[in-house]
């Protein structure tokens, strides 16, 4: 089983939707948690850290299920311009020697 | 401020052949790491090094070795290239020793090995 799953999509939505991406992982212990944005032939950057008590930053919106071990993005009021991968990333620990990332889910917002 | 730069951007390798990867680092941080990504397996970590004079492995570490030349320097070395090694390969840098800080990527090396 993989670390971190991902549905790799492709979403396509129109301008203007809300869309919610999901991401598994099966360490029960992991400490950390991100999301990071991935466009095409670029680096990955940190979109945004997900903390236990969920975090919203502008229209991004980030949740931590520890239970059912997930965490969830959620994008209101899609612009073109959200267009890109979306990683998931997990970290066993603090000081852990390792960093999981998905595979990304791709995301397309068609005018 | 150049953030993470890496060097070449994109490198044609026989099988065989070595090759080093360069990476370096303005921002005056502690933890330099190498991943590699592809196709359908999202980014894997190599090596990294938490300060400068350590380095360990990560989870695809055969066929690859480090040197923390300096606090902003983190070469990878391809000792004998193999078509596996086929990928996109990304430095990154943080600064903290830890993993729960955000983590800066350079713009990444296209590797090919025929």
């Known amino acids: 089983r993989k670390e971190v799953e991902q549905d790799p999509g492709p979403f396509n939505v129109p301008e203007g939707a809300t869309v919610a991406f999901n991401c598994t992982y099966s360490?029960?212990?992991?400490?950390?948690f991100f999301w990071y944005r991935q466009d095409c032939r670029k680096e990955p950057k940190l979109l945004m850290s997900?903390?236990?008590s969920g975090n919203e930053d502008g229209r991004f919106t980030a949740q931590l299920n520890r239970a059912s071990q997930y965490i969830s993005l959620l994008i209101r009021d899609s612009k073109l311009s959200d267009s890109a991968t979306y990683l998931c990333?997990?970290?066993?620990?603090?000081?852990?020697?390792?960093?999981?990332f998905g595979t990304g889910t791709r995301l397309t917002v068609i005018p | 401020n150049a953030g993470v730069t890496q060097t070449p951007k994109f490198q044609v390798l026989k099988t065989g052949q070595s090759m080093t990867l360069q990476c370096a680092q303005d921002?005056?941080?502690?933890?330099m790491y190498w991943y590699r990504q592809d196709p359908g397996m999202g980014l894997r970590l190599i090596y990294y090094?938490?300060?400068?004079?350590?380095?360990d492995k990560g989870e695809v570490p055969n066929g690859y070795n480090v040197s923390r030349l300096n606090k902003r320097e983190f070469s990878l070395r391809l000792e004998s290239a193999a078509p596996s090694q086929t990928s996109v390969y990304f430095c990154?840098?943080?600064?903290?020793?830890?993993?729960?800080?955000?983590?800066?990527f350079g713009p990444g090396t296209r590797l090919t090995v025929t």
């Open positions: 990333v997990v970290t066993p620990g603090v000081r852990a020697n390792n960093l999981f």
């Open positions: 990154a840098s943080s600064g903290s020793s830890g993993f729960s800080y955000e983590q800066y």
């Open positions: 360490n029960s212990a992991s400490q950390s």
């Open positions: 090094s938490a300060s400068e004079g350590t380095t």
């Open positions: 921002m005056n941080h502690n933890s």
């Open positions: 997900v903390y236990s």
